[in-house]
Protein backbone atom coordinates (compact mmCIF):
# COMPACT_ATOMS: atom_id res chain seq x y z
CA UNK A 1 0.00 0.00 0.00
CA UNK A 2 1.15 3.73 -0.86
CA UNK A 3 2.26 5.49 1.89
CA UNK A 4 3.51 8.67 1.75
CA UNK A 5 5.12 10.92 5.19
CA UNK A 6 5.68 14.32 4.94
CA UNK A 7 8.26 16.09 7.25
CA UNK A 8 9.85 19.55 7.69
CA UNK A 9 7.32 22.09 8.31
CA UNK A 10 7.27 24.60 11.35
CA UNK A 11 7.17 28.63 11.71
CA UNK A 12 9.18 30.65 9.73
CA UNK A 13 9.35 34.07 8.95
CA UNK A 14 8.89 36.10 6.09
CA UNK A 15 12.18 35.76 3.51
CA UNK A 16 12.75 32.85 5.36
CA UNK A 17 13.50 28.57 3.63
CA UNK A 18 12.29 25.50 4.98
CA UNK A 19 13.13 22.10 3.07
CA UNK A 20 10.07 19.84 3.41
CA UNK A 21 10.73 15.83 2.95
CA UNK A 22 8.31 13.46 2.02
CA UNK A 23 9.15 9.52 2.41
CA UNK A 24 7.29 7.46 0.33
CA UNK A 25 7.18 3.66 0.35
CA UNK A 26 4.84 0.63 -0.75
CA UNK A 27 5.37 1.23 -4.67
CA UNK A 28 8.49 1.37 -6.85
CA UNK A 29 9.43 5.22 -6.22
CA UNK A 30 11.30 6.19 -9.31
CA UNK A 31 8.87 5.06 -11.56
CA UNK A 32 6.39 7.37 -10.96
CA UNK A 33 6.12 11.58 -10.94
CA UNK A 34 5.71 13.18 -7.29
CA UNK A 35 4.27 15.99 -6.71
CA UNK A 36 3.01 18.41 -3.86
CA UNK A 37 -0.03 20.23 -3.57
CA UNK A 38 -1.04 22.66 -0.56
CA UNK A 39 -4.41 23.76 1.45
CA UNK A 40 -4.63 27.15 3.31
CA UNK A 41 -6.49 27.69 6.06
CA UNK A 42 -10.36 28.17 4.61
CA UNK A 43 -8.67 27.06 1.31
CA UNK A 44 -9.44 24.43 -1.55
CA UNK A 45 -6.05 22.40 -2.43
CA UNK A 46 -3.69 24.35 -4.65
CA UNK A 47 -1.14 22.33 -6.91
CA UNK A 48 2.41 23.20 -5.99
CA UNK A 49 4.92 21.11 -8.12
CA UNK A 50 5.44 18.13 -9.69
CA UNK A 51 8.33 16.06 -10.65
CA UNK A 52 9.02 13.59 -13.19
CA UNK A 53 9.88 9.95 -12.34
CA UNK A 54 13.91 10.49 -13.09
CA UNK A 55 13.51 14.09 -11.64
CA UNK A 56 14.60 15.82 -14.92
CA UNK A 57 11.52 17.72 -15.16
CA UNK A 58 9.75 19.75 -13.13
CA UNK A 59 7.00 21.92 -13.03
CA UNK A 60 5.92 25.02 -10.86
CA UNK A 61 2.42 26.71 -10.08
CA UNK A 62 3.25 30.66 -10.91
CA UNK A 63 2.66 31.13 -7.09
CA UNK A 64 6.37 30.16 -6.49
CA UNK A 65 8.35 29.74 -9.84
CA UNK A 66 11.22 31.28 -8.90
CA UNK A 67 10.90 30.60 -5.25
CA UNK A 68 10.24 26.98 -4.69
CA UNK A 69 12.49 23.73 -5.61
CA UNK A 70 11.14 20.27 -5.80
CA UNK A 71 13.75 17.50 -6.19
CA UNK A 72 13.82 14.06 -5.37
CA UNK A 73 16.45 11.04 -4.20
CA UNK A 74 15.29 7.63 -6.40
CA UNK A 75 18.23 5.80 -3.64
CA UNK A 76 16.15 7.10 -0.99
CA UNK A 77 12.21 7.19 -1.46
CA UNK A 78 12.44 10.43 -1.10
CA UNK A 79 10.58 13.91 -2.73
CA UNK A 80 11.80 17.18 -1.40
CA UNK A 81 10.47 20.95 -1.99
CA UNK A 82 12.99 23.35 -0.97
CA UNK A 83 11.06 26.94 -0.30
CA UNK A 84 12.63 30.03 -0.62
CA UNK A 85 11.44 33.52 0.23
CA UNK A 86 8.64 32.76 1.86
CA UNK A 87 6.06 34.55 2.23
CA UNK A 88 2.51 34.46 4.56
CA UNK A 89 0.39 33.39 1.67
CA UNK A 90 2.83 30.09 1.68
CA UNK A 91 0.87 29.05 4.91
CA UNK A 92 -0.93 26.11 4.08
CA UNK A 93 -0.80 22.70 4.79
CA UNK A 94 1.62 20.65 1.95
CA UNK A 95 0.98 16.97 1.03
CA UNK A 96 2.83 15.18 -1.36
CA UNK A 97 0.99 12.58 -4.34
CA UNK A 98 2.14 10.02 -6.17
CA UNK A 99 1.35 9.32 -9.82
CA UNK A 100 0.24 6.03 -9.02
CA UNK A 101 -2.77 5.10 -10.66
CA UNK A 102 -5.91 4.21 -8.96
CA UNK A 103 -6.81 5.74 -5.18
CA UNK A 104 -5.40 8.89 -4.02
CA UNK A 105 -3.28 7.95 -1.06
CA UNK A 106 -2.45 11.12 1.09
CA UNK A 107 -0.54 11.29 4.44
CA UNK A 108 -0.77 13.41 7.04
CA UNK A 109 0.93 16.45 5.60
CA UNK A 110 3.22 19.08 7.08
CA UNK A 111 2.01 22.50 8.58
CA UNK A 112 4.11 25.25 7.14
CA UNK A 113 3.34 28.52 8.19
CA UNK A 114 4.65 31.71 7.59
CA UNK A 115 4.51 34.94 10.08
CA UNK A 116 6.67 37.73 11.91
Known amino acids: QVQLVESGGGLVQPGGSLRLSCAAS????????MSWVRQAPGKGLEWVSDIDSGGGSTYYADSVKGRFTISRDNAKNTVYLQMNSLKPEDTAVYYC?????????WGHGTQVTVSS
Open 97 to 105: LSSVPGPVY
Open 26 to 33: GFTFSSYA
